[in-house]
């Protein structure tokens, strides 16, 4: 499979009072075409800094970044803001979507911010709303959606415009367990359908999923485990948890 990216010697240190913080300290990471990887390890220990640092919403201090084969850690502000609207997808534990704006609004907004035609975007956004089971609440704010539904529409507008990697940070942190199943279970069809994945979160049950569960502590990655072998969901949510103490 086609690498989609690759991550080497990725640092960031953030100026404390005086004293430095490693919040990550050498990363090595391939991911290739179709996988869900999800980042496992506790509060503050680099899960976030790191997918902010492959989606460019932060610069790293040292090592590099390659989004299909190019490098893109250097490039600045304006040229980051391009390539996350048209490359990269993001979706966030709360969900982030303008309270002003109806839920097709929403969704249609990135794609017609990278020059899409409406029409366009508005197909698409009927096709990802009517496959996320929430079109009907295509007219409705998002103040008027329980948490499930807000983080369909939320993974909608991140893949409107067909992006090559989605970065997903605690994208169940804030849902209750039968919404977290199903935004799982969106997330492993959606690599089963070709989609990427890098998925940062503290729930075992939530990295079962994954096609590979990279453990961070203290910025450094300190084990990885390949999950497609075959074991059921207990085995493998079992070992996961063994992994977190």
């Known amino acids: 499979m086609d690498t989609v990216l690759t991550v080497r010697g990725l640092a960031k240190t953030y ?19 179709g996988e869900l990887v999800a980042v496992m390890g506790p509060s503050g220990c680099g899960k976030s800094t790191l997918l902010h640092l492959l989606g460019g919403l932060d610069r790293p201090t040292a090592g590099s970044i390659a989004l299909g084969g190019a490098r893109v850690e250097a490039l600045g502000e304006a ?7 048209r490359e990269i997808g993001f979706v966030f534990q709360f969900f982030n979507l303008i309270q002003t704006l109806t839920v097709a609004e929403n969704v249609e907004l990135p794609a017609l911010l990278v020059g899409t035609p409406r029409a366009e975007a508005r197909r698409r956004c009927g096709e990802l709303l009517d496959r996320l089971e929430v079109s009907a609440r295509a007219d409705a704010l998002p103040s008027r959606l329980s948490g499930g539904q807000q983080q369909r529409v939320a993974l909608a507008r991140a893949l409107v415009n067909r992006p090559r990697l989605l970065l997903a940070d605690e994208p169940t942190g804030n849902l209750d367990s039968t919404s977290a199943r ?8 959606l690599c089963t359908d070709g989609h990427t994945v890098v998925l940062a979160t503290h729930d075992p049950r939530v990295a079962a999923a994954a096609n590979r569960v990279i453990q961070l502590r203290d910025g450094l990655i300190v084990d990885e485990t390949r999950l497609d072998t075959g074991e059921s969901t207990a085995a493998v949510v079992s070992s996961l948890l063994r992994l977190e103490v």
């Open 15 to 33: 100026a404390g009072d005086g004293i430095d913080v490693l919040a990550l300290r050498g990363v090595d990471l391939d991911v290739t075409s």
């Open 182 to 189: 199903e935004v799982v279970s969106i997330l492993r069809q």
């Open 79 to 85: 040229a980051w803001a391009v390539l996350r609207r």
